[in-house]
C-alpha cells in the first residue's frame, strides 16, 4: 500500500501482508462484562464489571489467527469483537463487528435517537447508556442566570429526555452538569474502553486510553438495542513523540500540528495512535485535548497508551480501582506490542514544536505563533481581537484552567487586566466547583472574565453575541475545536482562530493578532515593559476534586410505569414515521436539487446555533437543510432555482415543493462532504424532504455512515472531474440498481438537454447495508428482522 511523504518531520511506514492463521476456538458468549475482576465500570454501574479477563481472552484468538505484533488501537478494537475467531480482519477493508461497552449521547443528538429507540419496541437498553443535557443552554449573561433561561425555554425536552431515560434505563445527566466529553472523563472512561458517542468529539476519552468513536444516533440504537455494531476495519497512523512538552507549548499545538500535516480529511478511516517518551509529558486531560480534535482530521478516533499520568487522573477522581486492575494489562491490551506496524508514521519533536494558532474557517490551517501576525497581515485578516473564548470540551480541565490563571495573574502583577470581553466555559460542574473553591474563579472575574454555564455555548453557536453585527468582519480567538464559517456567532464574517487555553489568555491581553507572547513585550500599567511569564498549573487539584452539586438521576430499577407522552401539536418533538421501502425500480430522471460548491460539512447542511431547539422534530429542522451551503450557479447560500417552475427559493423551500408533486431528487457535492460534526439530522432531512442519493468526490466517514442508516445513496464519482459535467438542470438516472452489490460502481447517465453520458459512481456498501438501503433505512430493517 503507497504511503506519502508527510514533510522533512514525518515518515511513513508500510503495513505489511500478513497471513492469518485459523485458530480452533469456542465462540465467546457476549455478556454485558466479565466479572471476574469485581471492579465496577463506575460509580454509577456498580453492578457492571471492568471487561478486562473478556477481552484479553478474546485479543488472545485474534493473536492466534493473525500472527504478528499489534498496534493499541488494533488490541483495544479486536478485544471487542462480537465473533472474533471467524471475523475477517484488514485494515481498511473489512466490516468488523464490535460490541462497545457502552454508549454516551448528548442532548442535541439523543433527541432523535431516543426517539428511533422509541420506535424500535425495544423495552429497554443492552449496554450502559447516559444522556447528557449540554447543548442546548446558550451563553448571554453569565452562568447562573443563563442555566436558569435554558431549563424554563427547553423544559419539554429536558422533561421527554428524562422520562425517556428512566423509561428504558439510561443515566440521565441534567443540564448543568457539564459537556458530555467531561462527564465521561471524570466518571465513565478507562483504558481499553470501547464507547460510541453520538458527537463527534467522542475521541476525547481516549486521554484515558479508551477508543471513544463519534457516530450518528441509529449506530446508537443498534448498540443500545444489543446489535453488533459495524465498523470498517480502521487504518492506523502512529504519531511518534519525542522530547518534552514545556513552556508556551500545550497538548492542544500537538494536534494543532497535526491538523496543518494531514488536513482535514488526512485522517479519514484511520485512528490515530500516540506513542513515544514524549507521551509522559503529557498530563491526561492533556491527552484528552488532542484526541478530541482529532475529530478535526476526519480520523475515526484517537488513542494513547495507559501510562502513570492515566492512574494519578484515575486516583484523582475516584477510580483507583480501575488504575490498579489496568495496570494488570498494561503490556497485554494497553500498549502497542514492540515493533508493530502503522499505515502512516508522523514524527513530532515536542522540544522544538512552537504554540500554534489555526485558522480562520478551517481548523487545519496552522500558524505557528512567530508566523501569525506577518500571516495575518498579508491575507487581510481583522488584527484586533473582540472576543477571547477559553474552555469547552477540548480545553477545560482543571489544568488549562490553572494555567490560563497564571498568566491573568501575571498580567495584573503589572496593572492589565483583558482588552476584550473574556469568556470562560467550564468543562463540568465538578471543575466549576473546583476552581471556585481553589480561586481561579475569583482570578478570573478581576482579569474582566466571564464564566459562563457548564455548557457548550459558544463553540457550538450557542451564544447570544451583541457587540457585532452579522456581516461585521472581526477576528475572535478561541480555545474551541472547529472554526468553520460562522459556527460560533452565525456571523460567516467572524474570522475564527483556535488555539491553546494560554494562547487565548495571552492574546486577550494584547488585543492583537500579531502579539506573540514568547518574545513581544508588554506595557504595564506603570509604564514599564515586561514579557509574560510561561504558564503554569497543578495537574491535579492538590485538595481533590470537588464535586460540585449532584445533577445525575439514575434509572430507577424498572421502567414499566414511566410514561413517556409527545404532544402532537409541540414544535420540538415529533414521533417518527418510518421512510418508504425501495420500490425495487431504478432511480431515473432525479431532479438536481443542490450542485453544493467548495466546504461542506455538517454545519452547512444542518446548522447548529438557534436550530438546536428543534432537534427532536424533524419537519421542523428541516427547515435548515442546505442553508449554509454555497449554490455552485450563483455562489449564494439558500437561493436555488426550481426546476420545476423556473422560479427561485431558498434550498428546504424548494425541497418541498419537489417531495410535494413526487419529484425524487439528489445533492452533488466536492471532497469531504460531510466533515464536522456528528449530527444525523444531515442526512435525516434530506431523506425526509424527497433525497434519494448524495453524489460527491469523497465523504467523512460519521455522515457517509448516517447516510446509509437512513437509506439513502452515498456515492463518489470514480472520475472526480464528472463533478463539473453535472448542472443545475442535468436529470440523473441510477441504473440497474436490483444488481446493487459491494464493491460494484453504479452505473450512470447525466442528461444535458438532449446530450446524455454515462458515468460510474462508486460506493463503500456492503451487503448489510445494502439491505437498509431496500429496506428503506436500518430502522426498517431491524424491524423486519424482529418481526
Known sequence: MAARLMSAQAQVCRLGKHAASEATVVRQFHASCYTASKVALSKFDSDVYLPYEKLNKRLEVVRGRLNRPLTLSEKVLYSHLDDPANQDIVRGTSYLRLRPDRVAMQDATAQMALLQFISSGLKKVAVPSTVHCDHLIEAQIGGPKDLARAKDLNKEVYDFLASTCAKYGLGFWKPGSGIIHQIILENYAFPGLLMIGTDSHTPNGGGLGGLCIGVGGADAVDVMADIPWELKCPKVIGVNLTGKISGWTSPKDVILKVADILTVKGG???????????VDSISCTGMATICNMGAE?????????????????????????IASEAQKYQAKILSADKNCEYDELIEINLDTLEPHVNGPFTPDLGHPISKLGENSKKNGYPMDIRVGLIGSCTNSSYEDMGRCASIAKDAMSHGLKSKIPFNVTPGSEQIRATIERDGISEVFDKF???????????????????????????????????????????????????????????????????????????????????????????????????????????????????????????TRLQLLEPFDKWNGQDLT??????????????????????????????????????IGATNYENNEMNNIKNQRNGSWGG??????????????????????YGEGSSREHAALEPRHLGGRAIIVKSFARIHETNLKKQGLL????????????????????????????????????????????????????????????????????MKELAQ
Request: aromatic letters at 8%; charged letters at 25%; glycine letters at 10%.
Open 268 to 278: 479519514t478511516g484511520a485512528i490515530i495512535e500516540y506513542h513515544g517518551k514524549g
Open 297 to 321: 482530521i476526519g480520523a475515526t478516533t484517537s488513542l494513547f497508551p495507559f501510562n502513570q499520568r492515566m492512574a494519578d487522573y484515575l486516583k484523582s477522581t475516584g477510580r483507583a480501582g
Open 448 to 570: 474582566g472574565g466571564t464564566v459562563l454555564a457548564n455548557a457548550c455555548g459558544p463553540c457550538i453557536g450557542q451564544w447570544d453575541r451583541k457587540d457585532v453585527k452579522k456581516g461585521d468582519k472581526n477576528t475572535i480567538v478561541t480555545s474551541y475545536n472547529r472554526n468553520f464559517t460562522g459556527r460560533n456567532d452565525v456571523n460567516p464574517a467572524t474570522h475564527c482562530f483556535v488555539t491553546s487555553p494560554e494562547l487565548v489568555t495571552a492574546l486577550s491581553i494584547a488585543g492583537r493578532l500579531d502579539f506573540n507572547p514568547l518574545t513581544d513585550e508588554l506595557t504595564g500599567a506603570d509604564g514599564k515593559k515586561f514579557k509574560l511569564k510561561a504558564p503554569f498549573g497543578d495537574e491535579l487539584p492538590a485538595k481533590g476534586f470537588d464535586p460540585g452539586q449532584d445533577t445525575y438521576t439514575a434509572p430507577p430499577p424498572s421502567g414499566e410505569n414511566v410514561k413517556v407522552a409527545v404532544d402532537p401539536k409541540s
Open 589 to 626: 430522471d432525479l431532479t438536481v436539487l443542490i450542485k453544493v460548491k467548495g466546504k461542506c460539512t455538517t454545519d452547512h447542511i444542518s446548522a447548529a446555533g438557534p436550530w438546536l431547539k428543534y432537534r427532536g422534530h424533524l419537519d421542523n429542522i428541516s427547515n435548515n437543510m442546505f
Open 651 to 672: 434550498v428546504p423551500d424548494v425541497a418541498r415543493d419537489y417531495k410535494a408533486n413526487g419529484i425524487k431528487w439528489v445533492a452533488v457535492g466536492d471532497e469531504n
Open 714 to 781: 452515498p456515492l463518489t464519482f470514480a472520475n472526480p472531474a464528472d463533478y463539473d459535467k453535472i448542472q443545475p438542470t442535468s436529470k440523473i438516472s441510477l441504473l440497474n440498481l436490483n444488481s446493487l452489490a459491494p464493491g460494484k460502481p453504479v452505473d450512470a447517465e447525466i442528461k444535458n438537454g438532449d446530450k446524455v453520458e454515462k458515468i460510474k459512481l462508486n460506493h463503500t456498501l456492503n451487503d448489510l447495508q445494502i439491505g437498509w438501503f431496500k429496506a428503506g433505512s436500518a430502522l426498517n430493517r
